[in-house]
């Protein structure tokens, strides 16, 4: 990929160089790359959707439907989420790959999230399409919408309502309080664990409670 200089990209944009150093400072457009130096370098890919051009590959670009759940237990309401993102498409009218993950939203490693942001990264994705926000991931959503607006992919969610399901959210504060707890000694690390036992204590209240109406 070819990349520009920061007077190079400015001249091509018809901008000053302090306009970018700017931009770069409160967020609007960071370079591809900084070298070392400091010296800032913008990509091909970037001049091109700035001035609203479509290479070859952005031509070929995927609209990609992500899809996940916590645990295998919730293989149905994967099934479900599926197939609403299908009908939804569809409906759209649009060509679509599918990925789907079985795994914690704070779970960064998931094989499903590690192959969209390859893909992201390698200006492969149009648009990532969701049936929910807390479906590509519960904390750190923003840093995934930053990563997907430096490479000109768009994040379409179908339903903005929020739906994060109780069994779920405990399950993502048992992993935050486990993971900071295995840092934790003595009191500190007693007082965790009591946390998480009463966090799934509550949990199964809930569900029992929910049972007993039906």
């Known amino acids: 990929m070819k990349y520009y200089s920061i007077g190079e990209f400015a001249k091509a944009i018809g901008k000053t160089t302090k306009t970018l150093r700017n931009w770069d400072k409160n967020g609007k457009l960071k370079p591809a790359r900084v070298e070392d130096t400091g010296y800032r370098y913008y990509s091909e890919e ?17 609209i990609v439907g992500y ?3 916590s645990s295998h237990k919730q293989k149905d309401d994967l099934e479900r989420q599926i197939e609403n993102v299908k009908t939804y498409m569809y409906a759209k009218g649009y060509q679509f790959n599918i990925i789907v993950d079985i795994g914690s939203g704070i779970n960064y490693n998931k094989k499903g999230l590690n192959q969209l942001i390859d893909m992201i990264t390698n200006s492969e ?18 840093l995934i ?12 969610i179908i339903d903005n309502t929020e739906k994060t399901e ?30 998480i036992k009463e966090l799934l204590e509550d949990d199964k209240g809930i569900k029992d409670n929910a049972d007993s109406k039906y």
């Open 46 to 62: 970037q001049l091109n959707h700035f001035l609203g051009l479509k290479s070859e590959k952005q031509i070929n670009k995927k």
């Open 67 to 69: 899809c996940r759940v």
């Open 125 to 142: 994705v149009e648009k990532i399409v969701v049936l929910y926000k807390d479906r590509l991931i519960s904390f750190g959503y923003e």
């Open 145 to 156: 919408e930053n990563l997907c607006d430096k490479f000109g992919t768009i994040i379409e």
């Open 166 to 195: 109780q069994q779920e959210l405990v399950e993502d504060l048992v992993q935050i309080v486990t993971a900071f707890s295995c840092k934790l000694q003595g009191k500190r690390a007693n007082k965790a664990k009591k946390m």
